[in-house]
Structures are given as C-alpha cells and as structure tokens.
C-alpha cells in the first residue's frame, strides 16, 4: 500500500505544523483512517472533531512518547540504522567494540568492529519501565544469548531520539 503522506497529501505535515488540523472535507473518502495512522507513526495524536469538521493533530509529549515505547516493548535495528537514530549509543557500542580489538587475546574483535560499522550487527531495544536496555549481536540468535550491553535511563535520550524510536518500532 502506497504511503499516503508522500504521495497524494504531501503537504499535510507541512499544514499541522502550521495549524495543528486538516480539513476532513480535502481528504478523499477510504483515505482517513491510512492518513491519520501515518500521521500518529510520525509521534502525533489525532482526534476528529466532528463539530468543525477537522482532523486535530498535536506531537505527543515526552511522557507519551515513553509509553508508547514501553507500550510496543522492543525494536530491533542494524548497527548502522543506530547510528542515524542514537549517535551517542552508537559511539558507545563502536568504542566498547574498539577495546575488544585492543585486547590480544580477542581475535575476532577487528572484524567484529568493522562488521558493526558496516550495519552487519542486530541492536535489542528494551523499554522496561524505568530503563531502556540494549543487546548487540551478529544476529537473532547471538542476541538471545548475549548479556546486557548498556542500560539508559529514560531522561538520558533526548525527546526527538524517542520520537524517532517509535517511528521505526512502528514501521517495524
């Protein structure tokens, strides 16, 4: 299915963000509920208000971004993607990688350092209630046996990082 916000109402964001509402009657039937579930995966809540015939959408809050994070329990990206959507854990992960090549004893730590800049690694996402918690592994299965890499507390990743987060959990 043809996502609607980039095609046919490419110009919808732009109109929220000035307006925060669309006029229900400039969307075409059959096309409400696509629109307002692409609109709400981009961090937006949205509401009919049938006494003026509108589409309301406001960015969710901080503390609604968390449960709604908390909600979905877990997303899972490649290495490289975390790189675009949290930098600074992304640093984290290449320099833990980069002290595993440091040490002699670990011969497979070079490749493994190169594999993860090359996006080849899987990131666990945990929201738990109070934390969010972060698994790094070549794949599905070396993530189920791989021991906690990093913990964040909720109030350490900035608002746009969450947003971003529950975009992609939502997409995936």
Request: hydrophobic share 35%; proline share 3%.
């Amino acid at each position: 299915m043809k996502k609607l916000l980039g095609s046919k109402y490419s110009n919808v964001l732009e109109l929220i963000q000035e307006t925060g509402k669309i006029p229900v009657r400039c969307i075409d039937d059959g096309d409400l509920e696509q629109l307002k579930n692409e609109i709400e995966n981009l961090g937006y809540k949205c509401k009919l208000d049938p006494s003026a015939d509108y589409l309301l959408a406001e960015k969710l809050t901080r503390s609604e971004l968390i449960e709604a994070l908390k909600e979905i329990g877990i997303v899972t990206v490649d290495s490289k993607n975390l790189q675009d959507i949290m930098p600074l854990v992304y640093e984290y992960f290449a320099e833990t990688f980069k002290g595993f090549a440091a040490d002699p004893s670990n011969e497979a730590a070079e490749e493994g350092l190169e594999a993860f800049q090359n996006g080849e690694y899987l990131v666990d996402i945990y929201f738990d209630e109070n934390e969010i918690v972060y698994f790094v592994g070549k794949d599905a299965q070396h993530l189920n046996n791989e021991p906690r890499w990093a913990e964040d507390d909720y109030n350490d990743i900035q608002t746009e990082e969450l947003a971003t987060l529950l975009k992609v959990a939502k997409q995936g």
